[in-house]
């Protein structure tokens, strides 16, 4: 983690995004010299009052009252700065002239860049984004940016020209080629652009939305249906389930090519690298180029998802919901749309308020199993089982011919009938979701760890979860596992070594510590073991578990030599 947040500030610095310095500069001594209050009500005040907004995901607020504190002390590095990204984050006009203020500020260039294309001044815009430096961020951004400036200007040959030395051996080529491919398709230079848009395929490796809607796009526009709808179906995959629902839409959309001009090209490069840095835990810049995608394309639906997801993870759910705001009815991905809002619904505590827009997307769309499967998902957090099976039978009878990707709805039913203590029920629900897809670690441990905890089938089990292990094998809930089947096979010290493993790697796991409390006990090692168990106690482990922690202390441990739970 300590590497992550590394990086995180290393972006931000890199393009002077955010100052968080610089209330060091903007103290109550050094604002008294220029005639501004030192109490919190003056330019200190208004300055740590915009810190705390732009952290709760509140830029208007946060803009408003950096304005404010350089309307008293104008020219404040540090205040133009932090009022800069918020104008920009939040859409104020204001961005632009400050901007004009921060020459060294990266973010600042690309807003001045922005604001020449959609001026349609192409060269302005071409030397604004050539002043960039040719490293870090910049370094991916700018032949994309540079060439889509040519491009705008009408020198399709020198676009492609600018990309063309990233064709090769270059660590992003599948998005240059992407690009190049685009370039191409926009100009009318059919060879050039099938021949890109296969090298961006094959360089990706696999499919994401964007990719799958441009590759799409021009399967169908060139006359192969059938290829743009496998091309749209081989997104819809476990990973990103939620697609299916929108495939029909999607593929409907396709007779338009997604990216209509230069502007939109560049737009597609800002949300390119905002994906890339949403991966590196670096949001708070994804954030920065996405609203700089948005303003160029406000129809861009991708990059409101991105950003809403991105404000979902740092639980700003209200703000989410304010970013996925503008889409419409008749957007292609409107049902992936209301599913996300579902989701943060719930996240904001208002389930019956979920429930309701499930039923209403369920009736919607009655061939997608997508809204029952989120109602069953919702009602097993809430432990409402029963209900939970319920609503996942009624989305498995959608689902004519269960297909690989469908592995995880039988997962979640088979938790589902093992909390409602129908095991046979969930032990079919784990084979069937094993025959779809053989390898997944999770089915596997799920059910090599239950059928151990049962004293069942235990050769059985530990192959399970040495299988699994070999896909996640720093993962401790699976190390947990393995344990778990070595202290039922009465390995008691290969156990206790196992147990510790788990325990480093998920050291504040209920369960875990408990389990390695039990092998301590089976070892002889009983202080270790009591010291275990009363840890467990503190990570608030559910009522059941507690009990049996509790018992174990108060007899003990003499439970555990006769049940091991």
Same mark, same amino acid.
């Given at each position: 983690?300590?590497?992550?947040?590394?990086?995180?500030?290393?972006?931000?610095?890199?393009?002077?995004?955010?100052?968080?310095?610089?209330?060091?500069?903007?103290?109550?001594?050094?604002?008294?010299?220029?005639?501004?209050?030192?109490?919190?009500?003056?330019?200190?005040?208004?300055?740590?009052?915009?810190?705390?907004?732009?952290?709760?995901?509140?830029?208007?607020?946060?803009?408003?009252?950096?304005?404010?504190?350089?309307?008293?002390?104008?020219?404040?590095?540090?205040?133009?700065?932090?009022?800069?990204?918020?104008?920009?984050?939040?859409?104020?006009?204001?961005?632009?002239?400050?901007?004009?203020?921060?020459?060294?500020?990266?973010?600042?260039?690309?807003?001045?860049?922005?604001?020449?294309?959609?001026?349609?001044?192409?060269?302005?815009?071409?030397?604004?984004?050539?002043?960039?430096?040719?490293?870090?961020?910049?370094?991916?951004?700018?032949?994309?940016?540079?060439?889509?400036?040519?491009?705008?200007?009408?020198?399709?040959?020198?676009?492609?020209?600018?990309?063309?030395?990233?064709?090769?051996?270059?660590?992003?080529?599948?998005?240059?080629?992407?690009?190049?491919?685009?370039?191409?398709?926009?100009?009318?230079?059919?060879?050039?652009?099938?021949?890109?848009?296969?090298?961006?395929?094959?360089?990706?490796?696999?499919?994401?939305?964007?990719?799958?809607?441009?590759?799409?796009?021009?399967?169908?526009?060139?006359?192969?249906?059938?290829?743009?709808?496998?091309?749209?179906?081989?997104?819809?995959?476990?990973?990103?389930?939620?697609?299916?629902?929108?495939?029909?839409?999607?593929?409907?959309?396709?007779?338009?090519?997604?990216?209509?001009?230069?502007?939109?090209?560049?737009?597609?490069?800002?949300?390119?690298?905002?994906?890339?840095?949403?991966?590196?835990?670096?949001?708070?810049?994804?954030?920065?180029?996405?609203?700089?995608?948005?303003?160029?394309?406000?129809?861009?639906?991708?990059?409101?998802?991105?950003?809403?997801?991105?404000?979902?993870?740092?639980?700003?759910?209200?703000?989410?919901?304010?970013?996925?705001?503008?889409?419409?009815?008749?957007?292609?991905?409107?049902?992936?749309?209301?599913?996300?809002?579902?989701?943060?619904?719930?996240?904001?505590?208002?389930?019956?308020?979920?429930?309701?827009?499930?039923?209403?997307?369920?009736?919607?769309?009655?061939?997608?199993?997508?809204?029952?499967?989120?109602?069953?998902?919702?009602?097993?957090?809430?432990?409402?089982? +029963? @209900? /939970?099976?319920?609503?996942?039978? =009624? #989305? $498995?009878? &959608?689902?004519?011919?269960?297909? %690989?990707?469908?592995?995880? !709805?039988?997962?979640?039913?088979?938790?589902?009938?093992?909390?409602?203590?129908?095991?046979?029920?969930?032990?079919?629900?784990?084979?069937?979701?094993?025959?779809?897809?053989?390898?997944?670690?999770?089915?596997?441990?799920?059910?090599?760890?239950?059928?151990?905890?049962?004293?069942?089938?235990?050769?059985?089990?530990?192959?399970?979860?040495?299988?699994?292990?070999?896909?996640?094998?720093?993962?401790?809930?699976?190390?947990?596992?393995?344990?778990?089947?070595?202290?039922?096979?009465?390995?008691? +010290? @290969? /156990?206790?070594?196992?147990?510790? =493993? #788990? $325990?480093? &790697?998920?050291?504040?796991?209920? %369960?875990?510590?408990?389990? !390695?409390?039990?092998?301590?006990?089976?070892?002889?090692?009983?202080?270790?073991?009591?010291?275990?168990?009363?840890?467990?106690?503190?990570?608030?482990?559910?009522?059941?578990?507690?009990?049996?922690?509790?018992?174990?202390?108060?007899?003990?441990?003499?439970?555990?030599?006769?049940?091991?739970?």
């Amino acid at each position: 983690m300590q590497h992550v947040q590394s990086a995180r500030r290393a972006f931000l610095l890199a393009i002077s995004l955010l100052s968080a310095c610089g209330a060091a500069d903007i103290s109550p001594s050094k604002g008294a010299s220029h005639g501004a209050i030192g109490a919190p009500s003056g330019v200190f005040g208004d300055y740590l009052v915009g810190r705390f907004a732009m952290s709760q995901a509140d830029p208007q607020t946060a803009a408003t009252q950096f304005l404010r504190g350089l309307a008293v002390r104008p020219g404040d590095a540090d205040l133009v700065q932090s009022a800069f990204i918020a104008c920009l984050v939040s859409g104020r006009t204001e961005a632009v002239q400050l901007a004009r203020e921060l020459p060294d500020s990266q973010a600042a260039q690309l807003l001045l860049g922005e604001v020449a294309a959609r001026a349609g001044h192409w060269q302005a815009a071409e030397q604004q984004f050539r002043t960039l430096p040719h490293q870090g961020l910049t370094q991916f951004l700018q032949p994309m940016l540079v060439a889509w400036a040519q491009q705008g200007d009408g020198r399709t040959d020198a676009a492609l020209a600018t990309l063309r030395p990233y064709l090769d051996g270059q660590r992003f080529r599948g998005v240059y080629a992407l690009h190049a491919a685009l370039i191409a398709d926009q100009a009318g230079r059919t060879a050039e652009a099938a021949k890109l848009y296969h090298t961006a395929q094959v360089e990706f490796g696999g499919t994401n939305l964007r990719l799958a809607q441009m590759l799409a796009s021009w399967e169908m526009r060139h006359g192969h249906p059938a290829e743009a709808q496998h091309v749209l179906a081989s997104m819809a995959t476990s990973d990103t389930p939620q697609m299916a629902i929108a495939l029909p839409a999607l593929l409907a959309a396709t007779k338009t090519p997604p990216v209509r001009n230069a502007t939109d090209g560049i737009a597609e490069a800002y949300l390119a690298l905002a994906a890339t840095l949403r991966q590196q835990d670096a949001g708070n810049f994804a954030m920065v180029l996405l609203r700089l995608a948005m303003d160029l394309r406000p129809d861009l639906t991708a990059a409101r998802i991105l950003a809403a997801d991105i404000l979902q993870d740092d639980q700003h759910y209200d703000s989410a919901l304010q970013m996925l705001a503008p889409v419409g009815a008749d957007d292609p991905l409107s049902p992936v749309i209301r599913l996300q809002r579902a989701a943060i619904a719930e996240q904001l505590g208002h389930t019956d308020e979920a429930m309701q827009e499930l039923q209403r997307i369920a009736h919607d769309y009655p061939d997608s199993p997508l809204p029952m499967v989120r109602q069953g998902d919702l009602l097993r957090t809430k432990q409402r089982f +029963t @209900d /939970a099976i319920a609503a996942y039978d =009624r #989305a $498995v009878a &959608l689902i004519k011919t269960p297909t %690989e990707s469908d592995w995880l !709805l039988f997962y979640d039913r088979g938790t589902s009938y093992d909390r409602a203590h129908q095991w046979d029920k969930a032990q079919a629900d784990f084979q069937h979701a094993l025959k779809l897809s053989p390898e997944q670690p999770y089915v596997l441990n799920y059910f090599g760890y239950t059928w151990a905890d049962k004293s069942e089938h235990l050769p059985q089990a530990r192959d399970m979860v040495e299988k699994a292990l070999q896909h996640r094998p720093n993962d401790g809930a699976i190390v947990d596992s393995l344990g778990w089947v070595m202290f039922r096979q009465g390995q008691i +010290t @290969d /156990a206790v070594k196992t147990l510790e =493993r #788990a $325990v480093e &790697l998920q050291p504040e796991d209920a %369960e875990i510590n408990g389990h !390695l409390g039990d092998a301590y006990w089976a070892a002889g090692r009983k202080l270790e073991a009591a010291y275990q168990w009363r840890r467990a106690l503190t990570f608030n482990p559910e009522p059941d578990d507690a009990a049996k922690l509790e018992a174990k202390l108060q007899n003990g441990g003499q439970a555990t030599l006769v049940s091991g739970q």
